[in-house]
């Protein structure tokens, strides 16, 4: 089943627990724009060679605020599984009260395969195509970085995007994209590299504070996926005092029953972010991604990496007690009702990730200087602060809503569809004043 199947099914749920109207139900199935193109980039040799690029905006009754969502550079990078991504993005904005559509697009293209040249090549003609559509704008479409891009991919979008724009309008170049690098005239926010990361740790304590749970009885950890998020996630899980037993990347990993510290987690990524395997510890084996999914003695997994990695196939082999998910749409439709009938918790994405994002409408705010009383000074400690009070109030909500909706003799409802709920609820009231006569 596609990835964008996976989420329609959740939203039609959703809607039927809200007996919604069938117009409001098309219009979160529905999008705003689904655009793509051949990017015509030039290679090191001087010859052109074409890139499949798209870029999805969801339908949104925020009007007069922008678009938001990742830029991934990746070789499955299509139309419809981006589609899927921009509604996701809608959901975990609205959940977290960010007045933000969702977005989400990229290029199909492998950068590990090309120069830094190259690379930049790519962003630019990305730029140039989308901005000869005005597509992109502070207040149209706001990227920000996902798999395959970087704070240089989207310093590279606001220099170009500045370049074009300069002597048509008077506008606010530093708000096309978030995620832009730290420093003077960069336009980057402090603690938005680690925000996903850190915002995973505090999700999942402020989730096992809110539902009681004893915080000794889950303390072993595996990570699936060891680029930013993952990596900040192990930091941040070890300092708060969790065992971290396993972590992996698209080639493979690594387990210790013993734990790993976090010098040597933090040692394990070389530059092009792949896990070092020749500096393992003698205490740690190496392991495929499909045997750490399988670790009997881990309490908690974060897959970290793709979406749809927990299937049917493998969800009955999952022995860990909490699912806390890094990466966006780890998780498929039918492995979740499998999840769930083993009694395993499952933290979704659109509550457990949302770090970055929010963290992104700080940088977007401040960018575009908007007055908003939860934009914090950009001081790393504010902002990880800022953003945690946003995460938690939000866990709150999503935690009480999984227990309104519960039926007689039965166990609440799953956290993610209370995400899906609450965050349909904030929204529909706007929906039915903008079409409603």
Known sequence: MSYLKNILIRIEKAAEILDLEPWLLDKLRGFKMCWSCNLEVKMNDGTLKQFRAVRIWHRSPHTDQPHKGGLRYHPEVNEEMMMGHAIEMSIKCWLNGLEWGGAKGGVAID???????????????????????????????????????????????????????????????????????????????????????????????????????????????????????????????????????????????????????????????????????????????????????????????????????????NASLIKAKIILEGANGPTTPEADKMLQDNGILVIPDILANAGGVTVSFFEWARNVNIKDERVPKPEINEVLKAMSAILNETVIKTVEKSFYYRKTGQDCLPLRMAAYITAIEQVAPLFRSKHMA
């Open 111 to 313: 950068p590990s395969c090309y120069s830094d040249q190259v690379m930049k090549n790519v962003t630019e003609a990305l730029v140039d195509e989308m901005d000869e559509r005005n597509i992109l704008g502070p207040f149209r479409d706001v990227p920000a970085t996902d798999v395959g891009t970087t704070s240089k991919t989207m310093n590279q979008i606001r220099q170009r995007y500045a370049q074009r724009r300069r002597s048509r309008e008077d506008a606010r170049f530093a708000g096309v994209v978030t995620g832009k690098p730290v420093g003077y005239g960069f336009g980057g926010i402090p603690g938005r590299n680690e925000a996903t990361g850190y915002g995973l740790v505090e999700v999942l304590k402020s989730v096992m504070a809110v539902k009681n749970m004893n915080r000794q009885k889950f303390n072993r950890v595996a990570i699936m996926g060891f680029g930013n998020v993952g990596s900040n996630a192990a930091k941040f899980l070890t300092q708060n005092g969790y065992q971290v037993m396993a972590v992996s990347d698209k080639n493979g990993g690594i387990y210790n029953p013993k734990g790993f510290n976090i010098d040597f987690l933090e040692r394990l990524k070389t530059d092009s972010g792949i896990i070092n395997i020749p500096n393992i510890e003698k205490s740690a084996d190496k392991i495929s991604n499909d045997e750490l999914l399988k670790l009997e003695d881990i309490d908690i997994l974060v897959p970290a990496a793709l979406e749809n990695v927990i299937t049917q196939k």
